[in-house]
């Protein structure tokens, strides 16, 4: 089963507004968080990094006013797209990985669709 | 900073084919190297995870293989069938606590 929970799946929303994306992992410790975008037959590019507990690091090119990243708990990280343009509709995934050598889970992903 | 390319962009083959889909990354001092599917419109499927330490990794009809000196991964599938028609994705990081960079995708078409 799913080890990371992405949601919501699919999000519909005006211009302006905000929306937030959930990422949780589901039975392990996610002590990282990398948030990804994949514009339309493009490859996953890298947004932000974070860690539990601190501010993110975020990825040349990408504001950080914009897409603000909570990593509140080692099971849950938000990605907040604010004020919202329809530019920055995409496909935002996240993934988790825990302490040591441990592997990188993927979430299902949010379609993000901005009127 | 691992950099990753993937060739061909776009392949249509046959039914039955056995093909190859290549993977180049620049950073030999991989940690890990992964294979993942994307179907159009959907989120990603780990197919093979290859450790630095390892070679190559099979699972059923798939067949990864990584050659850190030469700095390639190739995807090997046999007998292909139609179902297997997908966006097939590279990805490496270069250490337990740092992020996949992806390829941009092998859009493959299997043709039945």
């Known amino acids: 089963g799913a080890v990371v929970s992405q949601h919501p799946s699919r999000v519909i929303c005006k211009s302006g507004t905000s929306v937030k994306i959930e990422c949780r992992s589901l039975?392990?410790?996610?002590?990282?968080m990398f948030w990804y975008r994949q514009f339309p037959k493009q490859s996953l590019m890298l947004m932000a990094t974070?860690?539990?507990?601190?501010?993110?690091?975020?990825e040349q090119g990408v504001e950080k006013d914009k897409f603000l990243i909570n990593h509140a708990s080692l099971t849950l990280s938000t990605l907040t797209v604010t004020s919202a343009h329809p530019e920055d509709s995409s496909f935002y995934i996240c993934?988790?990985?825990?302490?040591?050598?441990?592997?990188?889970?993927f979430g299902n992903g949010t379609r993000l669709t901005v009127t | 900073k691992q950099e990753v390319t993937q060739i061909p962009a776009a392949l249509s083959v046959p039914e039955g084919e056995n093909l190859v889909l290549n993977c180049s990354f620049t950073?030999?001092?991989?940690?890990?190297l992964q294979w993942f599917r994307q179907d159009p419109g959907k989120g990603l499927t780990s197919l093979l995870l290859?450790?630095?330490?390892?070679r190559e990794q099979t699972s059923g009809r798939l067949n990864a293989s990584l050659d850190k000196s030469s700095g390639r991964s190739t995807l090997y599938i046999a007998a292909s069938q139609p179902g297997d028609s997908a966006t097939y994705l590279c990805?490496?990081?270069?250490?337990?606590?740092?992020?996949?960079?992806f390829g941009k995708g092998t859009r493959l078409s299997v043709i039945a």
């Open positions: 990805a490496g990081r270069n250490s337990g606590n740092t992020p996949l960079v």
């Open positions: 290859i450790q630095s330490s390892q």
């Open positions: 993934s988790a990985v825990g302490r040591g050598d441990s592997p990188l889970h």
């Open positions: 950073d030999s001092a991989i940690y890990n």
């Open positions: 974070s860690n539990e507990g601190s501010k993110a690091t975020y």
């Open positions: 039975d392990f410790q996610a002590t990282t």
